[in-house]
């Protein structure tokens, strides 16, 4: 269990919400991790009871059927998922889909969406990467061109976290293919819509119970209706949800680190090597002794960017910075953790096998690290 007696980000009534998500998670998650990590898929079931419990877009407005709360209790959610071991897409919605439609979308789309994405009978998704552009958004190659009064989409997109799952999509599309990132605009399209073709679950090395797949777009006609926000504005909207973007996957990435270290403490304390614990020999101890040293000031950096956030005040290359920072913790933690579990760490039916494998991509999605440090290096 995560200890989160010296944290200062929340207050009493985030750390209440907090026994809460413990209790639902150990019900409704915990048991069935092995067999969501088979299925490759988190199932509609459980979207339904984290959303009866409020742990689903829990800052989206009361008149659009939320509970009005600030972006602390989302990040209390992401810290228990992701220590617990899951990579399900709970905060993909929470964190950055939910505030598109609050914050652009029409009346009749907040109407239409948000009830369903809070209670989770509604799941979204957001198709950004193509197989030819990654990280520079600005190459997406998919386009939705005016006809009438309707859009027809053309195009593919990969690696698109709920694509399984997904009742409705944004699509990062060109309107406009001659204005470049001015002609870009996100245009909401719902599973089952001709010309929309969910493709595979794609496998990949780790977050497994993560439906991630391939979407195809071919003549796919839907209402000018369906932009999402001002036409031709994709790119900036994007743009202005990227810190809490980066900072969603800061928090879990530091969650993460934290059940690694706590796997590897409770493993070497354990086994025994040569009439001692593994934990008793100088190298395990020094070892573990600089990751907590690292996971204190990982602690004591996110609670800043969190309160930074709920303030109003975190720019994008601090969320960056936080984002490089903390998955590259992640990472090292995980490895050296998998290190200490010796051969028992390369074994799936240990935790710290999962941990390790879906910690590798956190410093690749949400813009890859490169990346991270090149918008930091503009406000140099």
């Known amino acids: 269990m995560l200890d989160t ?11 209440a919400f907090r026994d809460t998500v413990r209790k639902v998670l150990a019900e409704h998650m915990v048991p069935y991790l092995d067999q969501h990590e088979e299925e490759g898929i988190v199932p509609r079931e459980a979207w339904k009871a984290v959303g009866e419990a409020g742990m689903l877009c829990p800052t989206v407005a009361e008149e659009n059927g939320g509970l ?18 899951t990579s399900a897409g709970f905060g993909l919605q929470s964190d950055i889909t939910a505030n598109y439609f609050e914050r652009l979308g029409t009346p009749e789309q907040r109407e239409k969406y948000l009830p369903g994405m809070v209670s989770g009978d509604i799941i979204t998704a957001i198709a950004m990467t193509e197989p030819g552009a990654g990280s ?43 204005q470049g990132a001015k002609g870009t605009s996100l245009v909401l399209v719902e599973a089952g819509t001709p010309g929309f073709e969910k493709g595979r679950n794609l496998d990949k090395i780790g977050q497994h119970s993560a439906d991630t797949s391939e979407l195809f777009f071919s003549d796919c006609r839907v209402p000018k209706t369906n932009i999402l926000g001002g036409e031709g504005r994709g790119f900036v909207h994007l743009m202005e949800e990227l810190p809490q973007e980066r900072l969603s996957i800061a928090v879990s990435a530091q969650a993460g680190a934290q059940r690694a270290f706590d796997e590897a403490v409770n493993f070497t304390k354990d086994r025994k090597a040569f009439g001692r614990t593994v934990f008793e020999f100088q190298n395990t101890k020094f070892t573990l002794a600089d990751l907590k040293a690292k996971l204190q000031v990982g602690w004591a950096h996110l609670d800043w960017a ?10 994008t290359d601090e969320a960056s910075a936080a984002k490089l920072w903390h998955t590259d913790l992640q990472w090292e933690i995980c490895d050296a953790a998998l290190q200490l579990h010796g051969g028992a760490g390369y074994m799936n039916e240990y935790m710290i096998a999962r941990l390790w494998r879906d910690a590798r991509v956190t410093r690749i999605f949400g813009g890859t ?3 991270m440090k090149e918008v930091i290096s503009r406000a140099i």
């Open 68 to 85: 009005g709360l600030d972006f602390g209790f989302n990040c209390v959610v992401n810290e228990e998922l992701c220590y617990i071991g």
């Open 5 to 15: 007696s010296n944290r200062f980000a929340y207050n009493e009534d985030h750390e």
């Open 306 to 315: 969190i309160k930074r956030h709920l303030d109003g005040k975190l720019t």
């Open 136 to 178: 520079d958004l600005q190459g997406v190659r998919t386009t939705a061109i005016e006809d009438g009064n309707h859009l027809v989409l053309n195009g593919s997109k990969t690696y698109i976290t709920n694509g399984q799952n997904a009742d409705v999509v944004i699509v990062v599309a060109k309107t406009d293919p001659s």
């Open 369 to 371: 690290n490169e990346i």
